[in-house]
T-cell receptor
Framework: GNSVTQMEGPVTLSEEAFLTINCTYTATGYPSLFWYVQYPGEGLQLLLKATKADDKGSNKGFEATYRKETTSFHLEKGSVQVSDSAVYFCALSDTYNFNKFYFGSGTKLNVKP | DTAVSQTPKYLVTQMGNDKSIKCEQNLGHDTMYWYKQDSKKFLKIMFSYNNKELIINETVPNRFSPKSPDKAHLNLHINSLELGDSAVYFC????????????????FGPGTRLTVL
């Protein structure tokens, strides 16, 4: 079956530090991969996505590359800001039923000034 | 001009009661979803409707009944509420098919925090 595994948080960084949040997945076929972000008290927002192997998704300084050989989609940012503090979710959509999403358990990021 | 809206934002009720949560999207999307987020932030899909037709129905107690009166609305009714139903419930929508290309980016509502006492 499909599943997504993320590193456990919380992750605490100082402003301008480098961020990596690990995400690996199990899926049949060729799923699309996503990162969503949830700010306190809000719903999830799409951060970036990649639909095929070796694609790189990027947005607001965040990047993630779809690595089929390692079944990974790690999120990175070169220099985090306090405003990046949020919970980050890795997700995939089923190859054969693209409406069906599987989310990781979320990683909370705290960025200190 | 909220894209996906849910009401109420907070719902506190007693065990055994019946309650409903409403969701509306003004994005013109074909597909809508209900998700449950537990206290550990784990997010799990419950139901999905495409153009008022049920397309995803996960292993959810039959006390939960979704209803889609039109493609812009998806409501969730819960009978005989239990303590374990306490969670944040998120509604979401996605465009569906753009031509023959699936376009499944999901747009989430702000969530409804349900507390069962």
């Amino acid at each position: 079956g499909n599943s997504v595994t993320q590193m456990e948080g919380p992750v605490t960084l100082s402003e301008e530090a480098f961020l990596t949040i690990n995400c690996t997945y199990t899926a049949t076929g060729y799923p699309s991969l996503f990162w969503y972000v949830q700010y306190p008290g809000e719903g999830l927002q799409l951060l970036l996505k990649a639909t095929k192997a070796d694609d790189k998704g990027s947005n607001k300084g965040f990047e993630a590359t779809y690595r089929k050989e390692t079944t990974s989609f790690h999120l990175e940012k070169g220099s985090v800001q306090v405003s990046d503090s949020a919970v980050y979710f890795c997700a995939l959509s089923d190859t054969y039923n693209f409406n069906k999403f599987y989310f990781g358990s979320g990683t909370k990021l705290n960025v200190k000034p | 001009d909220t894209a996906v809206s849910q009401t109420p934002k907070y719902l506190v009720t007693q065990m055994g009661n019946d309650k409903s949560i409403k969701c509306e999207q003004n994005l013109g999307h074909d597909t809508m979803y209900w998700y449950k987020q537990d206290s550990k932030k784990f997010l799990k899909i419950m139901f999905s409707y495409n153009n008022k037709e049920l397309i995803i129905n996960e292993t959810v107690p039959n006390r939960f009944s979704p209803k889609s009166p039109d493609k812009a609305h998806l409501n969730l009714h819960i009978n005989s509420l239990e303590l374990g139903d306490s969670a944040v419930y998120f509604c979401a929508s996605s465009p569906g098919l753009a031509g023959e290309v699936p376009y499944n980016e999901q747009f989430f509502g702000p969530g409804t925090r349900l507390t069962v006492l």
